[in-house]
T-cell receptor
Framework: AQSVTQLDSQVPVFEEAPVELRCNYS??????LFWYVQYPNQGLQLLLK??????LVKGINGFEAEFNKSQTSFHLRKPSVHISDTAEYFC?????????FGKGTMLLVSP | ETGVTQSPTHLIKTRGQQVTLRCSSQ?????VSWYQQALGQGPQFIFQ???????GRGNFPPRFSGLQFPNYSSELNVNALELDDSALYLC????????????FGPGTRLTVT
């Protein structure tokens, strides 16, 4: 079985500051990890994914994440956030054929 | 390339009624998954269809059912609606054997009163 824990329900940050959104997972099968973003009243958009290879994964909009197998983590980072990054962020792990999501982290960027 | 579309965008139903939600997969995708996202929660897997057959199911009762059509479009049907069924229903399409990535539609917001 798979599970995802997002340790922070809400992360407030000022514009141009760095941010890290934390994600821990457990999986009984091969580990495939994803970060999705959800803007208000919209569906989910893929930010980045880890399937294999380099543990540092770069995604869209300047986001990156690092896969750490020993700590079973897949934290999302951005060196400098913008107001437009305000959204809900979901970490997900793929099981046999589907995705298990965390409860989400709301990133609130203020001027 | 056409993305995943869902209809309707919003709807309101009364407890005990039945509802059908529709999804059109992204071009070339042969697998569709449905998720329920309650307010303040992450999406929960309902079921998945591949080649018109159910290919996996989450912890949802049988009154949640689905169909996948030869053109890979899909329906989610919910019978005997309950207040707790109020949620955003998301459809995601993917290509089995591909990159494991699922592409999500904008969702249907269902309110049960």
């Amino acid at each position: 079985a798979q599970s995802v824990t997002q340790l922070d329900s809400q992360v407030p940050v000022f514009e141009e500051a760095p941010v890290e959104l934390r994600c821990n997972y457990s999986s009984s099968v091969s580990v495939y990890l994803f970060w999705y973003v959800q803007y208000p009243n919209q569906g989910l958009q893929l930010l980045l994914k880890y399937l294999s290879g380099s543990t540092l994964v770069k995604g869209i909009n300047g986001f990156e994440a690092e896969f750490n197998k020993s700590q079973t983590s897949f934290h999302l980072r951005k060196p400098s956030v913008h107001i437009s990054d305000t959204a809900e962020y979901f970490c997900a792990v793929r099981g046999y054929s589907t995705l298990t999501f965390g409860k989400g982290t709301m990133l609130l960027v203020s001027p | 390339e056409t993305g995943v579309t869902q209809s309707p965008t919003h709807l309101i139903k009364t407890r005990g009624q039945q509802v059908t939600l529709r999804c059109s997969s992204q071009s070339g995708h042969n697998t569709v998954s449905w998720y329920q996202q309650a307010l303040g929660q992450g999406p929960q897997f309902i079921f998945q269809y591949y080649r018109e057959e159910e290919n996996g199911r989450g912890n949802f009762p049988p009154r949640f059912s689905g169909l996948q059509f030869p053109n890979y479009s899909s329906e989610l049907n919910v019978n005997a609606l309950e207040l707790d069924d109020s949620a955003l229903y998301l459809c995601a399409s993917s290509l089995t054997g591909g990159s494991y990535e699922q592409y999500f539609g904008p969702g249907t917001r269902l309110t049960v009163t």
